[in-house]
């Protein structure tokens, strides 16, 4: 029904011959089609390889019933095994991350409700039919709190930092960067006639244009896939960290001296690659996702302490689950050289062992002997 539907779009789409839609669509539905074909292939390997891992880790990871010294295990040494092998939805009490597909699917079918019930409406009056139904002011609105409280929230942690670490000028610098980036949010959908891709796509992107402004877009498939607060917290905070990441300022031609320590610290622990092909800042190299995902922790581990007093041991962990949920499925699509360092990396090295959520959860020390980098 799904692949008859794409065939009907694609049709649709060639008929009113706007070349940048029929991309969309057409790579809308190939894309359904192969992941559909991926998924069959991967299922099949799945059962086997999660049997395997079964017999460390339980499935269904966490329960009212699961006992303190557990829930330290599976959080302190082995959350990337332990998230990343969940199949379902994870809930926090704050709402769901979906998995990437379901969001597109979504996406794809709201433009085929639109398609069935309407007719003889141009490219543009279509698009503005379907940001009408999936950018509601309910989702805006939660987007747009996500932003100013990420926004704030690295504000704070610039100006917090010791003087030498950030000099006031060098502050000043970081702060502005992250003063200008602007929140671009449908309606109108012309808002992303550049980009009309982007309404079935999971991004939330950050981008700088050829006139150095900045501004931060929401993908739509991204408002279906993610409820969970603690996602969008971490996803935005990486996308703005982007604003002030090493190779932005590189670009800027700005050197800030305690970057160096940040990065040479990264490099020591491998938490970026180093392989023969590497340009810092080219086209394959780790370093400014890296430390975006490094900033975007500093922000989710201060978010999450916040919810300490509110929340239990096991919503907790959910809410630390949801944060970092996606950063598995990102794996799939992982060549062996690639911009992001692993998800293992990611969620273990980067995100569990910070020193502020190792105390949330209790960690002993001894599960944990790498250094945790930072600016000094
Ligand atoms: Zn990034």
Known sequence: MLHGGCLTTMFFAYNRSRKSHFLLFGY?????LAVSVIHLYRHSKEIHHTQQKNRNV?????????????????FCSHF?????????????????????????????????EIL??????????YDELFVKKVYTSKRRHRIQSAFHYVQ???????????????????KKFLKNRLKKIKLELPPPASLYQDE????????????????????????GAYLFTVQSWFNLIFSMSHELAHSIDPCELKFLQIY????????????????????????????????????????AVQIIAETLKKFKTEFDRNQLFEAATNAVRDLCEDEDERQDISTHPSAAIRIENIFSQNPIIQTL???????NSATYCDFE
């Open 256 to 295: 800030i001296p305690s970057y160096d320590k940040l990065l040479a610290c990264f490099i020591k622990q491998g938490l970026v690659q180093i392989h023969n092909e590497r340009s810092e800042c080219g086209e394959n190299d780790e370093l400014s996702e890296t430390f975006a995902d490094w900033i």
């Open 152 to 170: 704030n929230a690295l504000l704070r942690y610039i100006d917090k930092q010791n003087n030498h670490i950030f000099t006031d000028r060098e």
């Open 116 to 125: 069935r019930e309407n007719s003889n409406l141009s490219v543009d009056e």
């Open 58 to 74: 339980a499935t269904q990871i966490i329960t009212k019933h699961t006992s303190q010294k557990d829930l330290t295990y599976y």
């Open 196 to 219: 009309p891709d982007l309404f079935t796509k999971n991004n939330i992107l950050y981008e700088r244009l050829t006139d150095n402004s900045l501004r931060l877009r929401v993908g």
């Open 361 to 367: 959860f209790d960690c002993p020390p001894e599960l």
């Open 80 to 112: 990337y095994p332990t998230i990343c092998q969940l199949k379902k939805d994870t809930s926090d009490p704050t709402g769901s991350v979906r998995k990437n597909i379901k969001g597109e699917i979504l996406a794809l079918q709201t433009y085929q």
């Open 28 to 32: 809308g539905c190939l894309t359904l």
